[in-house]
Structures are given as structure tokens and as C-alpha cells.
């Protein structure tokens, strides 16, 4: 598992003429360094990361919201067609996103009022050239719902019967309750979300091919790989990949011990 990203770091790190030896050099004689100051230079790498930053935590925090509210509806009321509605959320998650994408780039396109839309979602682009593009389609999760379901059914109803006889509103319960005692869950959850997103190519490509301000890490990089046919831009190409992953790695060693705790609670409890 390790072997992968050290190739592509010590990649990163030689020169053309290393790279194109016979037998091969793996371990370059004097390590290119200013092959990552290359990557902020000579690439948008700035403005590609911010806007990851913004997508990807947008869509975090949006999904933590709903996923928690649906999952604590789900798992702490009863009412009619709650069984249905959970049975929806099982079987949703069998059609991939993929499969979605034409209708929701079509809805986003014709959004009235948007973009120089009319209230016929006629005469402009819609919502496609915003942020919002890149974050509603992705607002709700029918895995994130399912998952915080199965956290909230932790949460003894006893101690929420108790605080309702002492006065707790509904939202209080969740808020004061039941959020606490699910955050393992909340963190495994809000990390699952960030890495998939921070890692997404095929909807935000679509999305920024009219709009390359907005491109992301990823995709920046996926849509500059005619440029690194050259074998001199080989290095540059790994040394920002490496750089994309860095703050993956960040959040995961920051947030390890919540995740770890999240994974090993009865989270699959009926």
C-alpha cells in the first residue's frame, strides 16, 4: 500500500535523464526539490486547492446536516411510510452516480432565475457556472442517511424520554443528545465524504469544462496530462500529485482516533 506513494514522491524527485535510464535509477542521485515549488509556479496549484477546499468541505458539512437529521428521524420516530423511506435509502444506494448525471446537469442548466435563466430557465447557463453546481448535487447521501441511522439507534431512547420530561425540545434532543454521542460517527462519516470528494473527477470535469476557474486539484491535473507527455513534465506531473494528497493525509492523522473509535462502535446494530 505504501509502495505506490513513495514511487510517487521519489518520482517527483528525479530529473528526465533518471527517468529514462537503462537499467532504471530509482533513487535520484541529487533530489529535484524544486520540482514541488515547480508545481505552484508553473501550475494554478493555489487556485486548484482552494477550490477543493471549498467544494469538498461545502459538500462535508451539507451532507453531516442531512445525513444527521434523516439518520435521527429514521432511527427515533415512528410514522407512517418510515419503513418505505428506509427501504428507498437501502436500495438508492445501488444506482451509481453516473447514471445521474445527464438529468442533473440539465436541471442545473435550466434553473430559473440563475445564470441569466428566465423563470423558464431559457436564456443563460443556469447554476452551471457557480459553486453550487459542484455542491447540491451532492447535498444529500443515501449512504451518509444509512449510516447515522444506524449511529443514532446507539442512542438510548430512555435518555431522550428523560429530557423531554424535563423540558428538551425535539431539536434540543438531537442537538444536546444525540449529536454528542454519535461524533465517532459524525467524524467517520464527515472523513468517508471529504476523501470521496476531494478525489471526485468525472461530475466536476463535466461541470468546469465552461468554467476552468472553478476546476479543482484533481481535475486540473487529470485535464493536464497531454502536457506531461513530455518527459520533462513527468516529475512535475507526481510532484503535484503529492501535493494533492497532502491534506487528505492531514485530516485522516488529525482526525484519527475519532475514526478509528467510529468504526469499532455497534454502528451496525438493527
Known amino acids: 500500500m505504501i509502495l505506490p506513494f513513495a514511487d510517487m514522491l521519489i518520482g517527483a524527485l528525479r530529473t528526465p535523464v533518471e527517468r ?17 515549488i515547480r508545481a505552484f509556479t508553473d501550475l494554478p496549484m493555489l487556485a486548484w486547492l482552494t477550490n477543493s477546499v471549498i467544494v469538498t ?42 447514471l445521474f448525471i445527464i438529468p442533473m446537469f440539465f436541471i442545473l442548466r435550466y434553473w430559473p432565475f440563475a445564470g441569466g435563466n428566465d423563470w423558464l430557465g ?7 457556472d457557480s459553486y453550487l453546481a459542484l455542491i447540491l448535487p451532492f447535498a444529500v ?3 451518509g442517511v444509512f449510516l447515522m441511522r444506524q449511529f443514532m439507534l446507539t442512542v438510548p431512547d430512555e435518555l431522550l424520554d428523560a429530557a423531554r420530561i424535563d423540558g428538551a425540545s425535539e431539536f434540543g434532543l438531537f442537538w444536546r443528545i444525540a449529536l454528542p454521542l454519535v461524533r465517532p460517527g459524525m467524524v467517520t462519516l464527515g472523513l468517508l465524504v471529504w476523501i470521496y470528494h476531494w478525489n471526485e473527477v468525472i461530475w466536476t470535469m463535466t461541470v468546469t469544462r465552461a468554467a476552468p476557474e472553478l476546476q ?16 520533462r513534465n513527468q516529475s512535475l506531473q507526481q510532484a503535484a500529485l503529492a501535493v ?12 484519527q482516533r475519532f475514526y478509528v473509535r467510529g468504526l469499532s462502535m455497534g454502528s451496525l446494530k438493527g
Request: proline share 6%; aromatic share 16%.
Open 57 to 98: 468541505g461545502a459538500i462535508t458539512v451539507v451532507q453531516l446536516v442531512t445525513s444527521a437529521l434523516a439518520g435521527f428521524a429514521l432511527a427515533k420516530y415512528r410514522f407512517r411510510g418510515q419503513n418505505l423511506i428506509l427501504r428507498i435509502v437501502l436500495v438508492a444506494q445501488i444506482f451509481p452516480f453516473f
Open 141 to 143: 447521501s443515501w449512504y
Open 20 to 36: 529514462l535510464a537503462r537499467p532504471p535509477v530509482y533513487w535520484p542521485a541529487i533530489p529535484q526539490w524544486h520540482n514541488f
Open 122 to 128: 431559457q436564456g443563460g447557463t443556469g447554476l452551471l
Open 244 to 255: 494533492s494528497v497532502i491534506p487528505v493525509i492531514v485530516l485522516f492523522l488529525c482526525l
Open 216 to 231: 479543482t486539484v484533481t481535475v486540473g491535473i487529470q485535464l493536464l496530462r497531454s502536457e506531461f507527455f513530455d518527459e
